[in-house]
């Protein structure tokens, strides 16, 4: 029968695991187009693991054509093309950073595009305790009632609290709005501001803030940054009314907006009526060092502040919560407007992540993945000092957040990425989170480290390929 | 010490009963302004409910200006105006219907605007299992990491196997895409299909898919019915190029659209490129009596149609999960385009789901929920056959799911909403579902009954009281 190593599977889900092994296993042909597989609860009892896991492997490979199922009789082999089936690879969803690149995560050893929290750093068994206790402990009716539109008073206050202790921010329950991830949320956003407007994002910048502006029809535009931040000349000649910006952190340079400009960009926003500015303060829990850096919002007198931000970074990519600070008349036209709208996340999830909160879970878990990301960091640079000539590399942005630049001095970048490639390393460079093809953009060799899904051995282990690679790519070594 | 009948909330949530008492206490002055309430722990034991009750009640109050802390002396109620603090009554957004109308639901003794699923028969006990074992039993990357955009695959397979069995229709996993809500899948699928569109709704109809359209800034036209579905000379005449419509059972009107009115529907589809249905089947599960009534996608062989439908009917307004099944093209340009959006269900609800779907546990529950559904109604409508004058009214659209129409005859329409407001029943005219003032477009007496959030017995109340408002309101009667 089918026998794989179970145990060598990673971090990857199980059933995610055996639907690779028996894919792999069928496109070379070791199990025979037509063959007979096993059934799942042989199949199950055979691996050691769940009935449910085989389901689930086998589901994705009948969804995916790789296996057919004749009324019974069971499931067997389909015969397929050279190419493999059409729609292959769909479980793991990698490479969160660059939407547009269509790249698997799973071919690579190393993968620093993705930032996602290792799965097995979830609080699984704090959370589970908040829902079974939400479960037990709230009225059904508050269960599965209709909630308020902007979320459950519990978890918005709980957020107003939060925001308080850690971000100094005085944002008021009655002026927060949740929904089912930052996505949804800037979709409802544009509904409330209205659709008519021209918006500036960073350039580079988050890839997939394009896409969702662009998909809403809105005009963009890319704006340069300067050392201090988006670029007030930039921002002052494309003609924008919004700005979207991560000024804690910049999303992928690591810049910290210099509070001259941001005083600069409130400025700008009261110049005129009815402009905005979106603070996407995604990563602000994961400050390493130094002192914390103010909110826009929190010195924001005049109301053109929208502070966003997310649970996904913290508590994973499925977990779907992310949450809008208004400021007042957008909080009332919101409530008097666009409450039609059911709020997008599950009451049962608002009310455990409230219950989280309120008995400190979160605030724990967060320092735990916090002191995670910082050894993960320091043995990474710390490898690559000591492996890499000195001089030959720069690193930025380090301590603002849970990514970083590093810069290769005297290397050709293509033969730098190729290495890279050769060494299995998914680094990808700062061009691809520009709006204009690489290259032209970023002539330098700077590439965007994104380690939070790394053990602390990983890290030093890609730190290590990384080194290797760069000895291939640097001027005057090519072999 | 406050002392309230908590055993006389009805089904409302404990802590919003609570929120109501203390707010009602503070607004007629029997808790005088400046007043110190107990501390939450005292009341809790007081009125033999947790501490987490008295919270969300302290929270709402102190959230909507009712009360006030001051720190380590405790809680006090605030001096408000005559009119009550600003944002009164946010807890219970009742009144789903109409969402135009600032109705507050526990004003009405009977609500018959509202079509959700009481709390009580929400599954609690086997949802919770669900909950748990996937907890347990599902590894934990699959629970956190990013999931598939279009939705977990377990889920959708899920939902492929339900509507073969339930609806006849073939719907491959690979075509369906889960969200969290009905709105949030129309968001998305403006996006997906273009927002230059004219685009066709019902009318009478659902008032928040007018809200959600126009605030998608495409243009809407409102389509008059006729006996047999959605006006084939309207949907001519008005220019539009998509549709959305509900043919298993009109909202709020009960038509069945007839199957010549469906062929003629397909063939409008398929006259001109970029033509598209959507059909919302939303209430499908509850087809009461007689045979079911097959899809439109099911009979459409150039895929123009669009199938939604959504679990909030059957688990509850607060449960925000909703799939659609796109045409084989769309899926495919879903994929390819807009799976840079992560799905907005929480990955662990849509595995519980999944579970919960497998085990039978959906079906069992939608069968007990239909039995009631069946149970009520016939209370309701035996209950008005014996307390009013026989041929006074009319009922129709009774089996096809949740809601009929009741037209009363020789009656003032306004005298008989009057009458019915002294009853403290609210009962939304058809008029109240168009998208033109009551009146000009609605002069029968039609009324739409949604009659699911009832017990049997407040249904037969309900009855009596709309019988007690017609003998005041039928002409000839006047007082």
């Not at 025979?32 to 609860?41: C, D, I, T, V, W």
């Not at 086998?58 to 057919?68: D, M, P, T």
């Given at each position: ?269 009261t110049e005129a009526p009815n402009r905005y500015i979106v603070e996407d303060d995604y990563d602000c829990e994961f400050r390493l060092a130094g002192r914390p850096i103010p909110t826009l919002q929190g010195i924001d007198a005049s109301e053109r502040v929208i502070y966003t931000n997310t649970f996904s970074k913290s508590l994973g990519a499925a977990f779907r919560m992310a949450y809008m600070v208004l400021p007042p008349h957008l909080a009332k036209r919101y409530r008097d407007e666009m409450s039609f ?139």
């Amino acid at each position: 029968m089918l026998t794989y190593d179970i145990d060598d599977r990673g971090e990857e889900a199980l059933y995610a695991y055996l639907y690779e092994c028996i894919r792999a296993d069928i496109e070379c042909g070791a199990i025979a187009p037509g063959e007979k597989l096993p059934s799942k609860r042989k199949l199950a009892d055979h691996l050691g693991v769940s009935v449910v896991t085989v389901e689930g492997a086998y589901r994705q490979l009948i969804a995916e054509g790789y296996v057919q199922t004749r009324p019974r009789r069971g499931y067997f082999a389909a015969k397929i093309g050279k190419s493999g089936a059409a729609a292959s690879g769909n479980i793991a969803q990698g490479g969160t950073g660059v939407a547009g690149h269509a790249r698997q995560a799973r071919e690579y050893r190393f993968d620093l595009s993705r930032g996602s929290m290792p799965s097995k750093l979830f609080p699984l068994a704090s959370w589970s305790k908040a829902l079974r206790d939400t479960l037990t402990q709230e009225a059904t009716a508050t269960l599965v009632g209709e909630a308020d539109p902007l979320g459950c008073i519990q978890l918005r206050e709980e957020i107003s609290n939060y925001l308080r202790q850690t971000r100094g921010l005085a944002a008021p329950p009655e002026n927060i709005v949740v929904g089912s991830g930052a996505q949804t949320l800037y979709n409802l956003l544009i509904q409330l501001i209205g659709r008519n407007r021209r918006i500036g994002i960073e350039d580079p910048g988050y890839p997939r803030l394009t896409r969702v502006y662009q998909r809403n029809n809105v005009e963009l535009a890319h704006l340069a940054l300067d050392a201090s931040g988006v670029s007030m000349a930039a921002v002052r000649t494309s003609g924008v009314d919004t700005l979207h910006i991560t000024p804690s952190h910049q999303f992928p340079t690591g810049i910290v907006t210099s509070v001259s400009r941001r005083h600069e960009l409130l400025g700008w926003a009261t110049e005129a009526p009815n402009r905005y500015i979106v603070e996407d303060d995604y990563d602000c829990e994961f400050r390493l060092a130094g002192r914390p850096i103010p909110t826009l919002q929190g010195i924001d007198a005049s109301e053109r502040v929208i502070y966003t931000n997310t649970f996904s970074k913290s508590l994973g990519a499925a977990f779907r919560m992310a949450y809008m600070v208004l400021p007042p008349h957008l909080a009332k036209r919101y409530r008097d407007e666009m409450s039609f709208y059911s709020c997008t996340v599950p009451a049962i999830d608002q009310l455990a992540l409230a219950r989280f909160m309120h008995r400190g879970e979160f605030e724990r878990h967060v320092n735990r993945l916090r002191t995670h990301a910082r050894d993960v960091r320091d043995a990474f640079i710390a490898t690559l000092k000591a492996g890499m000539p000195e001089g030959s590399f720069r690193i930025s942005g380090q301590d603002a957040g849970l990514h970083f630049v590093v810069e290769f001095l005297d290397v050709d970048e293509r033969e730098l990425r190729q290495a890279l490639e050769t060494e299995s390393v998914r680094l990808p460079s700062l061009g691809e989170f520009m709006a204009k093809p690489d290259g032209e953009t970023n002539p330098k060799a700077q590439f965007a480290v994104q380690y939070l899904s790394l053990s602390k051995e990983e890290a030093k282990a890609a730190a290590k390929s990384i080194a290797r690679a760069y000895a291939r790519g640097s001027k005057g070594q090519s072999l």
